[in-house]
């Protein structure tokens, strides 16, 4: 039997120690750079995270060997921590360096949609109402238009009170629009002026997912109250969508998620959002009525009744839910008409009118 001198083993482990640093031995707390809320994700709730810690100008340790690679790292614990949460402040130093700058807040843009082990779910949440809402340049796009979606954070009967930052998601149907064409925005409006007072993110990666995700929070987290557009988005309905799943009209839905809205103290203010839709028109022109702009239906949303006024009289109402199903019927002998929906769940609504063999389609938001 071989005996292996002991000096020798110390020299191997000097030489092993050298290959192979201590860093990647972190076990619990970790830093993954990048993931400054630590849910095991990179995404725009860590930029609202960051300007918060950017804002508290905090100091802390530095992280030893710290590197922006994604991998977890060991790092002493802050004097600090997010209000109301176990999350220290060391999470937020995206480089190690000890303190929060613009750095932190910009550079872990490398890491987005990066994953760990510890991922168990993203933050903010799904809560239908009135906060969200989405209003287009065209809510009928035939094949090939370009859709403009205005993102609207309250509204004058809704006013939104004491608010500093803001993220969501909306998730794009990429089988209907085409996926290399999407612009997003976040304009800021009634929450501020990007890059003088509002830090903004708007961002969309069409090879990693089918989703853009925009943030935005106000650089001295001071709460702000108001209402109005503050984001958008346009799309562009793809070209060859014939024999498409319906005879005339195809819904192109966008949904809400991951909605995460903060007051004082980081304190969730638990923004509601309405999930939106827009139909396709692939029906032939001939079928539709020419003076469809016409015809007005308020008031627009409405909780129970529906006035409906028309240049012509209109034979016949149909209701479809936001995603193109059937909802009920009514015949209308009348230009002037009043119909009551109080039966029907919150949410949008398309209502198609019928004059003689020719339709319009309009659509409406049924509120609580
Ligand atoms: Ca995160
Ligand atoms: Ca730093």
């Known amino acids: 039997m071989k005996i292996i001198n002991p000096k020798k083993m110390m020299l191997m482990g000097i030489f092993l120690f050298y290959i192979f640093p201590l860093r990647s031995q972190c076990v619990t707390d970790c830093v993954w750079p990048g993931d400054a809320n630590r849910n095991g994700i990179v995404n725009h709730i860590d930029f609202i995270f960051a300007v918060y810690a950017q804002n508290t100008l905090t100091i802390g340790p530095i992280r ?7 991998e977890a790292q060991s790092c002493d614990d802050w004097s600090t921590f997010f209000p109301n949460t176990d999350i220290n402040f060391k999470h937020a130093d995206f480089d190690g360096d000890g303190d929060i700058e613009g750095d932190d807040v910009y550079w872990p843009e490398n890491n987005y949609n990066f994953r760990n082990d510890t991922f168990n779910g993203e933050w903010g949440n799904t809560l239908l109402g009135e906060d969200l809402f989405l209003t287009y340049n ?10 403009i979606a205005t993102i609207h954070l309250g509204s004058a009967t809704n006013v939104i009170e004491d608010i500093w930052a803001i993220g969501f998601t909306i998730e794009l149907d990429t089988a209907l629009i085409d996926k290399f064409d999407v612009y997003p925005n976040f304009f800021g409006g ?9 830090g903004t993110r708007a961002k969309y990666t069409p090879l990693a997912s089918d989703q853009i995700d925009f943030a935005g929070a106000r650089f001295a987290v001071d709460p702000v109250s108001g209402f109005g557009p503050i984001a958008e988005f346009s799309v562009v309905v793809i070209d060859n969508i014939s024999g498409f799943r319906s005879p005339t009209n195809i819904p192109l839905p966008f949904t809400f998620r991951n909605v995460y809205g903060l007051g004082e103290s980081m304190h969730d203010l638990l923004i509601t959002a309405m999930p939106d839709t827009v139909l396709i028109d692939i029906s032939t022109s001939t079928h539709q009525i020419d003076y469809g702009d016409e015809i007005s239906l308020y008031p627009n949303p409405t909780k129970d009744q529906l006035y409906i006024d028309s240049p012509t009289p209109i034979d016949k109402i149909e209701i479809y839910n936001s995603i193109g199903q059937f909802v009920d019927r009514k015949r209308v002998f009348d230009s002037r008409h009043v119909i009551d929906l109080d039966y029907l769940n919150t949410g949008i609504y398309f209502i198609r009118l019928w004059i003689e063999d020719k339709f319009v389609t ?5 509120k609580d």
């Open 64 to 70: 030893p060997n710290a590197s922006t690679d994604w």
């Open 138 to 147: 065209n809510e009928n796009p035939q094949p090939g238009d370009t859709v």
């Open 190 to 198: 009634w929450l501020g002026t990007p890059n003088v007072d509002l």
């Open 362 to 366: 309009k659509k409406i938001r049924i």
